[in-house]
């Protein structure tokens, strides 16, 4: 037979409390007599002869309610043994300190600490991938060219119609502003000359550098990030397969080699685009165009350009592995590593395209 549970009430009268109901986990949600947190008087006394029955919950919502854990000596052997089992959960719950409100330089000092780890996993990170990638170029039997073509054509040869299409569209506006700024002076021919500086040595490689920092790398983290969540690196690290060989190198050599090739194609697209913008506005032949190309731009330019892209695909590949790497838990620290290794890899490449346009400066190139 099952007995009706009857409300749990606490009633204090004559500086005595009188504590009666049931004070199960099925009835201490509704105790709306029991004033959470009330404090006892050192004096008063608890008159336990209506106390019902009680299990664990009851018994910690009690104490709760009364706001002191030690109840007198006359509290009824069955009400103790359970306090005796839940003693540790009301401990814990009475030393519990607020969350802290950290000050301004401890948050700061915080963000320098996590900012110098960063940066030690990175260098870390880059050590292995050089001794992947040597020992690749060194004994050619240790890469796998199946995983190298895939990632050429995925990650980089399948950009090629969109990094042609805005470089064309870039070369084509340089050569039209050229045309306005230098048709004022008498020195609109010189447009042959902007176009083709600004193609080869900047546009002609930033332009592809960027796309491919926004596609590869972010394809690259979220690739190996989702091996990392389904446990995938953790069963090749089980079979004796290195990581770095197997998912890293792969990638790196796949981005120094298409990055060059992809620029050179950027650089044919803008300036066919600047060609076609002097034919239509300023009518500058075709051949005119380009025998004037070959007479003002020296091949320098050029080499100077590609000679960014290894550097720059580098960056790339190792940026989007290494927080593809660095993911663990859930599909929101994938998301997450994914957009930081975006966000990296795009300041990464145009700060490094700052430094080596102030080192060609100083070197008078």
């Not at 193609?199 to 590869?216: D, H, M, N």
């Not at 913008?277 to 020296?298: G, M, N």
């Not at 790339?316 to 957009?339: F, K, P």
Request: aromatic share 6%; hydrophobic share 55%.
């Amino acid at each position: 037979m099952i007995l009706p549970f009857s409300e749990p009430v606490i009633h204090s009268e004559n500086n005595i409390t009188k504590i009666s109901g049931d004070w199960l986990a099925s009835t201490v949600q509704s105790a709306g007599a029991a004033a959470d947190g009330r404090l006892l008087a050192s004096d008063e006394q608890i008159d336990w002869s209506q106390l019902g029955r009680v299990d664990s919950a009851g018994a910690f919502a009690l104490v709760q309610a009364l706001g002191a854990s030690d109840l007198g000596n006359d509290v009824p052997d069955r009400l103790r043994r359970v306090l005796d089992i839940v003693a540790p959960a009301i401990q814990e719950h009475a030393t519990k300190k607020p969350k802290k409100s950290y000050g301004f330089f401890t948050r700061l000092g915080r963000k320098v600490v996590a900012g110098l780890s960063e940066l030690y996993g990175n260098i870390l990170f880059l050590g292995r991938s050089e001794v992947g990638v040597g020992r690749a170029v060194i004994n050619p039997r240790r890469l796998r060219v199946r995983a190298l073509v895939s990632v050429m054509q995925q990650g980089s040869l399948e950009a090629l119609p969109i990094i042609m299409t805005m470089t064309f569209f870039i070369g084509a506006v340089v050569a039209l502003v050229g045309t306005n700024l230098l048709q004022n002076l008498g020195a609109s021919v010189f447009t042959v000359q902007l176009v083709g500086v600004s193609v080869l040595r900047e546009f002609g490689v930033l332009i592809p550098a960027i796309l491919l920092a926004g596609r590869s790398t972010s394809t690259f983290a979220a690739q190996i990030g989702a091996m990392r969540m389904n446990q995938e690196t953790d069963a090749m690290v089980v079979m004796g397969v290195d990581l770095t060989e197997a998912l890293v190198t792969p990638r790196v050599l796949a981005m120094i080699i298409t990055l060059p090739l992809l620029s050179v194609a950027a650089m044919i697209a803008g300036i066919l685009g600047g060609l076609l913008v002097s034919w239509a506005s300023l009518d500058i032949s075709p051949v005119f165009f380009v025998e004037r190309l070959r007479q003002t731009v020296d091949l320098q330019h050029f080499w100077l350009g590609l000679i960014k892209t290894p550097v720059m695909a580098i960056i790339i590949a190792l940026t989007g592995c290494r927080q593809g790497m660095a993911v663990r838990g859930d599909v929101e620290v994938l998301g997450r590593n994914v957009t930081t290794a975006v966000v990296q890899a795009l300041f990464a490449i145009i700060l490094l395209d700052a430094a080596f346009a102030l080192v060609f400066m100083k070197l008078d190139l």
